[in-house]
C-alpha cells in the first residue's frame, strides 16, 4: 500500500520553529513546484497563523488563502480548525462557526482537519456538521497525549464516535511528538481495525522519535502521514520527508515522490530560511525532555518568547516542571491550543509571581467553569475551589450557553470592517483586528494621515478652550479606542502626563513650600494653584468642557485630586498606593470590547476586586486591587503596551 503525505511546511513546520512568522511573499514563489509533487494535501492555515497574520506581519490571513490557492491547481489546501474554537482560543457561537468555515471553504480550504483539545466530541459536532454542509473535507482529530486516563481504548471510543459524526477521515494528532513507534504501530492498527475512514498521523520530530513512529504507522496501514520539507523539519517541527521518502522507497510502500524534486524545493526553503534569519530545527536537551514534561513544539517556542517578553527566559526550566503539576490539577488536558495556553500561561505565572494560582487568567478561570469542555479526569478538588470557589461549572456542551450574535458583532465593526472576512476576522480577535484595520485604512489613505498627525502634534499643547466629546469619534460604547487612531485623540492634553511627570509633580507638590507651581516638560505645561480649585486648575477645566467622555471620568472627579493635591502639599501625598503591571503586556481597561470599564476615577475599589486586564502570552490576566481605595488616577491608555513594573493607577488607600 502506497501512503500519502501531506505537507507541513507552510503552516506546522514554520508554526513550530519560526513563531509562524512566514510570509505569503515567501511561499508564492516555491507554489507552482509543491503543487506538483503530488502531496496528498498542503496545510498552509489555521488559527496560529491567522493570529499572527494580523498581529504582527500587518497581512490579511483570508488573502492568503486566495493567493496560495491560486497558484496550487491541484493539491488540495487544508486548515487546522480548533474545533469551536475556530481559530481563536475560546468557544464561539454557532453561527461563527458556521460562518467562518463557509468563508474558508469559499476561500480555497478543501481539507478541514478539526480537533478539541480535551477530546470532548460535543464539540466537535457543530464544526463537522458545518465541513459536512459546504461539501469539503471533515477530517477529525483524536488528541494524543500521555496520562492516566488517556489509553488505546478511549482513543478508539473518540474515533468512533467521530466516525459516527460523519468524519471523512480520522488524524491521529500528536502534537508532543509524544508517540513512541510502537505505540504507533498498536494504535493505527487498532484504528484500522475498527474504523472504516482513512486513518492520517500527526507527530513532531522533538526527541526523533516521529520518523519511526511514521514507518511503523506505515506498517500498519495508515493512510496519510504529516512531514515537511528539510529545512524546516526537525526540533520541534515535523520529521523530514526527505527522509521518510527515501525510507520508503523500494519497500511495498514506496510513497512514489521524486526526492530529487524534493531537493530543489527544499533548497528553495533554505534561501528562505538563511535570507530571513530563522532558525533551522534543532532538537535541544529541553525539548527533548518532553518525554517527561509533555510541552508541545509550538507550545515551547511560545513559552520562550512569552518569557523573553516578560524579561524571564532563565525561568524556562522552572515552568517546565511547574506545566505537568498544573496539569494534573487541571485534570490532564492535552497541551493543545487553547488549553496549551490555559496550562501554559498558569504555570509562566505560578513562577514568576513566586506564589501558585495568585493570579489566574480569565481563561484559566473559563476552562475550570467547564467552558471548555469536560476535563479528561476531574480538576483537583483544592485548585477548583480556589479558582472559582463554590461555584458549580457547567456540565452541558460549552456553545449551548452562547447566544448567536455574530449580526450584532459586526454592527461594533460596522465603522471599519470592509468585507464579510473583515467580521469574522474582528469575532476573532477583536482588539487585534481592530488595530490591524485601523492601520490597512492607514496605510491606504497615504499621504490623507499626515497633516493629522502634524496636527496632533500642534495640539498637544495645553488649550483652555472647550473640545468636542470624544466617544463622538468612538461608535459603540466600550468600543477599544486605539492610540494615535482617532482625530479625537489631539484633544486629550492631560493625558500627555507620563509616569515621570506624575511622580515629578507629586514630589514637588509635597516638598514645597510655595503656592504656586511650574511643572514643565517637553510634552505637558501644567499649573496648579495651591487651594484653589477652580478655573486654573486644568484638569477640572477640561473636565467641566468634555463631559460624557473617559478622559472626562477622568477629570470630573478633579476636585477630590486637587483636595488630596492640597493634602499632600500637608505631606500626606506620599500614601497613594502605586498599583504595578506584574507583566510586561497590553493594558486593557475593560473585561472585553464591548464592556463598561472595570474602574475610572473617582471609583472605589474594594481588596480583590478587579482593576483592568493585562492581556499577556495571549491570556486576558485580571489585575485586581491588593487593598481598598479610591481610583485616584489612571496613567496607562486603553491598548497601550505596559512594562513590567510599570504603575498602572494611584489609588488612595482607605484610611
Ligand atoms: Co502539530
Not at 388 to 402: N, Q
Not at 485 to 495: I, K, L, V
Not at 504 to 525: C, D, Y
Request: proline share 6%; hydrophobic share 40%; charged share 25%.
Amino acid at each position: 500500500m502506497r501512503p500519502r503525505i501531506t505537507d507541513t511546511t507552510l503552516r506546522d513546520a514554520h508554526q513550530s520553529l519560526w513563531a509562524t512568522r512566514m510570509r505569503t511573499e515567501d511561499m508564492v514563489p516555491i507554489l507552482e513546484e509543491l503543487d506538483k509533487v503530488g502531496y496528498w494535501s498542503l496545510e498552509m492555515w489555521g488559527g496560529a497563523t491567522f493570529d499572527v497574520c494580523i498581529r504582527y506581519l500587518n497581512e490579511d490571513p483570508w488573502e492568503r488563502i486566495r493567493v496560495i490557492k491560486s497558484h496550487v491547481k491541484n493539491t488540495p489546501l487544508q486548515m487546522l480548525l480548533r474545533g469551536q474554537n475556530v481559530v481563536g482560543y475560546t468557544n464561539y457561537a454557532d453561527d461563527v462557526v458556521h460562518a467562518f468555515v463557509d468563508k474558508s471553504a469559499e476561500c480555497g480550504i478543501d481539507v478541514f482537519r478539526i480537533f478539541d483539545a480535551l477530546n470532548d466530541t460535543r464539540n466537535l459536532e457543530v464544526p463537522m456538521k458545518a465541513v459536512k454542509k459546504t461539501g469539503m473535507h471533515a477530517q477529525a482529530s483524536v488528541v494524543y497525549t500521555l496520562s492516566p486516563v488517556h489509553t488505546n481504548e478511549r482513543y478508539l471510543e473518540n474515533a468512533l464516535r467521530l466516525q459516527d459524526l460523519g468524519a471523512d477521515s480520522i488524524c491521529i494528532k500528536d502534537m508532543a511528538g509524544m508517540i513512541s513507534p510502537y505505540v504507533s504501530y498498536e494504535l493505527v492498527s487498532l484504528f484500522k481495525e475498527k474504523l472504516d475512514v482513512p486513518i492520517h498521523l500527526h507527530t513532531h520530530y522533538i526527541g526523533g522519535m516521529a520518523i519511526g513512529a511514521c514507518l511503523k504507522a506505515v506498517e500498519a496501514g495508515v493512510d496519510i502521514f504529516d512531514a515537511c520539507s528539510g529545512p524546516l523539519a526537525f526540533g520541534s517541527s515535523q520529521p523530514p520527508v526527505e527522509t521518510l521518502v527515501r525510507a520508503l522507497q523500494g519497500t511495498e510502500h514506496d510513497t512514489g515522490l521524486d526526492l530529487h524534486h524534493l531537493f530543489e524545493i527544499a533548497n528553495y526553503w533554505e534561501d528562505v530560511r538563511r535570507r530571513r534569519g530563522y532558525e533551522r530545527g534543532v532538537t535541544r536537551l529541553s525539548a527533548m525532555q518532553v518525554f517527561d514534561h509533555q510541552v508541545p513544539g509550538g507550545m515551547i517556542t511560545n513559552l520562550v518568547s512569552q518569557l523573553e517578553e516578560q524579561k524571564a527566559l532563565f525561568r524556562m526550566k522552572d515552568v517546565l516542571e511547574e506545566v505537568p503539576r498544573v496539569r494534573a490539577e487541571l485534570g490532564y488536558p492535552p497541551l493543545v491550543t487553547p488549553t496549551s495556553q490555559v496550562v501554559g500561561g498558569q504555570s509562566v505565572w505560578n513562577v514568576l509571581l513566586g506564589e501558585r494560582y495568585k493570579i489566574v487568567p480569565q481563561e484559566v478561570k473559563a476552562y475550570v467553569r467547564g467552558y471548555y469542555g469536560q476535563s479528561p479526569a476531574p480538576i483537583d478538588q483544592a485548585i477548583q475551589h480556589l479558582i472559582i470557589g463554590d461555584e458549580e461549572p457547567i456540565t452541558c456542551r460549552p456553545a449551548d450557553l452562547l447566544e448567536n450574535r455574530f449580526g450584532r458583532t459586526k454592527e461594533e465593526i460596522a465603522d471599519l470592517a470592509e468585507s464579510e472576512e473583515d467580521y469574522l476576522t474582528y469575532v476573532m480577535f477583536p482588539q487585534t483586528a481592530r488595530k490591524f484595520f485601523e492601520h490597512r485604512k492607514k496605510m491606504r489613505d497615504g499621504e490623507g494621515q499626515a497633516p493629522l498627525e502634524g496636527l496632533q502634534e500642534e495640539e498637544r499643547l495645553p488649550r483652555p478652550a472647550p473640545k468636542p466629546a470624544a466617544n463622538q469619534a468612538t461608535p459603540g460604547a466600550g468600543a477599544i479606542r486605539m492610540p494615535k487612531a482617532h482625530p479625537s485623540q489631539a484633544s486629550r492634553e492631560d493625558e500627555e502626563m507620563n509616569l515621570e511627570d506624575v511622580k515629578e509633580f507629586i514630589r514637588l507638590i509635597s516638598e514645597s513650600e510655595v503656592n504656586e507651581l511650574h511643572i514643565e516638560t517637553a510634552e505637558m505645561k501644567v499649573k496648579i494653584k495651591k487651594g484653589t480649585a477652580g478655573e486654573d486648575n486644568p484638569f477640572k477645566t477640561a473636565g467641566k468642557s468634555r463631559p460624557g467622555t473617559v478622559e472626562a471620568d477622568a477629570v470630573e472627579t478633579a476636585p477630590a485630586v486637587s483636595d488630596r493635591l492640597d493634602v499632600a502639599a500637608a505631606g500626606s501625598m506620599a500614601n497613594l498606593v502605586e498599583v504595578v503591571a506584574p507583566m510586561v503586556g497590553t493594558f486593557y481597561q475593560s473585561p472585553a470590547p464591548d464592556a463598561p470599564p472595570f474602574v475610572e476615577v473617582g471609583s472605589r475599589v474594594k481588596e480583590g476586586q478587579a482593576l483592568c486586564i493585562i492581556e499577556a502570552m495571549k491570556l486576558m490576566n485580571e489585575i485586581e486591587a491588593e487593598s481598598p481605595g479610591e481610583i485616584i488616577k489612571i496613567l496607562v491608555e486603553n491598548g497601550q503596551p505596559v512594562e513590567y513594573g510599570q504603575v498602572l493607577f494611584l489609588i488612595a488607600p482607605e484610611a
